[in-house]
Each structure stands twice: as C-alpha cells, then as structure tokens.
C-alpha cells in the first residue's frame, strides 16, 4: 500500500522568501505524485502532478516540483512567496493498476510574514 | 462547467439529530469521494464510488454512517443520529477514470453537532 509524509506540519516564511515544502512517499513502483493547494474555507485545487518523464514539473501559481526516486520524495518549491499563498499543501501520492485512488498526506500549513 | 457543488455549505443540529449532505459531481466523471477534514484527523477518505457502485467504503468511521449514489449526478452522506465528535468539514469530489486523473473537490459542508 501506499502512504506519503509530510514532516512539517507549519512552515513560516517571510514574504519574497523562497519556499521548500517536503513530501517522501512510500510505493513499490513509480507512483503518481500530486500536490494540492487548500486556501481557508475552500476545498483542495490541484497545484502540479507527475506520472512520467521529465522529473522537474512545474505547476499553476509560480510553484514546481521535483521528483527524487533515489529519496522516495517530491518536494515543492516556489522561488518566491506572495502573501496570498498563505494556505494549506496537501501532497498525495496514486497506485497504477487496480486502484487510482490517491492517498493525502496529513498537510502542511503556509503562514506567510510581511 | 459549475464544478463540484456541495449543500449545504453550513449546518448546525443538534446531538441526535440526522444529517442529510449533499453532492453533485462533474458531468462525465466516473469516480465519487466523500472525505472527512479535521484538525486531529486531516483529510480522511470516507467511501468512493466508481459509475454509481460504491467500491470502498472502509473509511467510514461507524454504522450511523452511510452513503449513496442514486445516479451520475447525485450523492448523499448521511449521518443518523449525529454526535458531537462528527463535528468537521466534510468533502465531496470527484474524477475521470483515468489514472493519472486529479481529483476536482467541491467547497465542503461545515457541519457542526451541538
């Protein structure tokens, strides 16, 4: 079975700064890899996924994301934190074959200083 | 398209009480999942459903629990009786059958038992 971690339940950062938020999964094969955004009273909108080929992918909003095999993680970045980022990130990691239901991580809160 | 609508968005009841909520899918996705959000929890997968059949329901916490999807275009998780402990906001998305397919989430119903 599946399961993703992400270590950090709150990230600060100051407005402008660059930002690292840290994902590892755990799955046999190559799994399918999302990252959601969850603004405040809002459901979760997709941000980026990987399935294949190019390991860097980047997604809405100025954020990316790079695929490590070797580190079982997909980490998210962005180069440079507007305030309204402040929200919550939700990396999820997908099966192949059988079920294509994916499993969330327990989130990571974004607070962004001015 | 409207995406994933939710009804109600907020619902107050009191201990006891049965709660009805509501859910309407994108038109042409074939997969239905019903989550639970709370702080001491996160997102928690409640029950999906794939072209109507519900396929797991492992993730619904008890019997007063229940789930259904009459047609493409409708579900219900309905909560009979209520407890104070079934307090969270609750989720509804949905999603293509595809594998590498994101899930779309509706704005969620705030559900609060007195």
């Known amino acids: 079975a599946q399961s993703v971690t992400q270590p950090d339940i709150h990230i600060t950062v100051s407005e402008g700064a660059s930002l690292e938020l840290r994902c590892n999964y755990s799955y046999g094969a190559t799994p399918y890899l999302f990252w959601y955004v969850q603004s405040p009273g809002q459901g979760l909108q997709l941000l980026l996924k990987y399935f294949s080929g190019d390991t860097l992918v980047q997604g809405i909003k100025g954020f990316e994301a790079e695929f490590k095999r070797s580190q079982s993680s997909f980490n998210l970045r962005k180069p440079s934190v507007h305030w309204s980022d402040a929200a919550e990130y939700f990396c999820a990691v997908g099966a192949i074959g059988g079920s294509y239901i994916p499993t969330f991580g327990r989130g990571t809160s974004l607070i962004v200083h001015p | 398209d409207a995406g994933v609508i939710q009804s109600p968005r907020h619902e107050v009841t009191e201990m006891g009480q049965e709660v009805t909520l509501r859910c309407k899918p994108i038109?042409?996705?074939?997969?239905l999942f019903w989550y639970r959000q709370t702080m001491m929890r996160g997102l928690e997968l409640l029950i999906y459903f794939n072209n109507n059949v519900p396929i797991d329901d492992s993730g619904m916490p008890e019997d007063r629990f229940s789930a259904k999807m009459p047609n493409a275009s409708f579900s219900t998780l309905k909560i009979q009786p209520s407890e104070p402990r079934d307090s969270a906001v609750y989720f509804c998305?949905?999603?293509?059958?595809?594998?590498?397919?994101?899930?779309?989430f509706g704005p969620g119903t705030r559900l609060t038992v007195l």
């Open positions: 038109s042409g996705h074939d997969y």
């Open positions: 998305a949905s999603s293509t059958q595809r594998g590498d397919a994101e899930q779309f």
